[in-house]
């Protein structure tokens, strides 16, 4: 196993443990088509993706898968062999059963609650894992096993997640339980009450107020008026007896 694609590796888990909770055993649902490459690339499937993915794995897959198999008839006798010796995970298929392809994605579709990785061939239902955000998709190409990059999808999951846009239902349940525990959830019909304390009139109010200042360009007041009027009086009176002293001599 090459030292970069290890790294790569490492690198894409990091993302997937780091942002949707990934944790050992890693589920890995498998199909026949998988199955099939991997027989055809000879390569161990339980023994090489525990190592690849750097922790314990748990190989399932379901009855639609091995039913679907099992209906190809001699040509994918040896995938059916492989898929055979994994565990089995219930689907709502058991009636009537579905293609392998269809029932993966169904396993998924719901947001993903068992945080599965989805291990194809399939271009069309990897097409449709990588619409989803937060799938771990696994392929096989040149005899080797690869984890693909996360999709789009999930790379702007986790930006919204980053700018509180969105809080994933398990989160959100998370810290409904927290809250609970700690007492800080309102019961129904509870109702919180405000204690008003007493204290005396606002001391802003009591405050005296402040005469206005007259303005500039504003007309004089009525004593004003009083004195001017007073004055004109008195200077006309004293205009009038200088005249009349001055007739008199």
Same mark, same amino acid.
């Given at each position: 196993?090459?030292?970069? =694609? @290890?790294?790569? !590796?490492? #690198?894409?888990?990091?993302?997937?443990?780091?942002?949707?909770?990934?944790?050992?055993?890693?589920?890995?649902? +498998?199909?026949?088509?998988?199955?099939? !490459?991997?027989? =055809?690339?000879?390569?161990?499937?339980?023994?090489?993706? *525990?190592?690849?993915?750097?922790?314990?794995?748990?190989?399932? /897959?379901?009855?639609?898968?091995? #039913?679907?198999?099992?209906?190809?008839?001699?040509?994918?006798?040896?995938?059916? +062999?492989?898929? @055979?010796?994994?565990?089995?995970?219930?689907?709502?298929?058991?009636?009537?059963?579905?293609?392998?392809? /269809?029932?993966?994605?169904?396993?998924?579709?719901?947001?993903?609650?068992?945080?599965?990785?989805?291990?194809?061939?399939? @271009?069309? +239902?990897?097409?449709?894992?990588?619409?989803?955000?937060?799938?771990?998709?696994?392929?096989?190409?040149?005899? /080797?096993?690869?984890?693909?990059?996360?999709? *789009?999808?999930?790379?702007?999951?986790?930006?919204?997640?980053?700018?509180?846009?969105?809080? *994933?239902?398990?989160?959100?349940?998370?810290?409904?339980?927290?809250?609970?525990?700690?007492?800080?959830?309102?019961?129904?019909?509870?109702?919180?009450?405000?204690?008003?304390? !007493?204290?005396?009139?606002?001391?802003?109010?009591?405050?005296?107020?402040?005469?206005?200042?007259? @303005?500039?360009?504003?007309? *004089?007041?009525?004593?004003?008026?009083? =004195? =001017?009027?007073?004055?004109?009086?008195?200077?006309? !009176?004293?205009?009038?007896?200088?005249?009349?002293?001055?007739?008199?001599?």
């Amino acid at each position: 196993m090459g030292v970069t =694609r @290890q790294k790569h !590796a490492k #690198k894409i888990m990091g993302f997937y443990k780091h942002n949707f909770q990934f944790r050992e055993p890693f589920q890995v649902l +498998l199909d026949g088509t998988f199955c099939q !490459a991997a027989l =055809r690339n000879k390569i161990q499937i339980r023994e090489q993706l *525990p190592g690849y993915l750097d922790g314990a794995a748990q190989l399932c /897959t379901t009855r639609c898968v091995i #039913k679907e198999l099992e209906s190809l008839g001699k040509e994918l006798y040896g995938a059916k +062999l492989i898929a @055979q010796r994994f565990e089995v995970r219930n689907c709502s298929h058991h009636k009537n059963p579905v293609s392998g392809s /269809t029932c993966l994605f169904s396993m998924i579709e719901d947001g993903n609650p068992h945080h599965f990785f989805i291990a194809t061939q399939d @271009q069309d +239902l990897s097409n449709k894992v990588k619409r989803k955000p937060g799938i771990p998709l696994l392929f096989i190409i040149q005899n /080797t096993m690869v984890l693909d990059k996360p999709s *789009p999808k999930s790379l702007a999951f986790v930006q919204k997640l980053q700018t509180n846009q969105l809080v *994933p239902e398990y989160q959100k349940q998370s810290i409904v339980e927290l809250k609970e525990k700690e007492g800080l959830v309102k019961q129904e019909g509870e109702k919180r009450r405000k204690r008003k304390r !007493a204290g005396g009139p606002n001391p802003l109010s009591c405050l005296k107020k402040k005469k206005k200042k007259t @303005q500039e360009g504003q007309e *004089p007041s009525a004593e004003k008026k009083k =004195r =001017r009027k007073r004055k004109r009086k008195r200077v006309k !009176a004293e205009a009038m007896q200088s005249v009349q002293k001055n007739e008199g001599e």
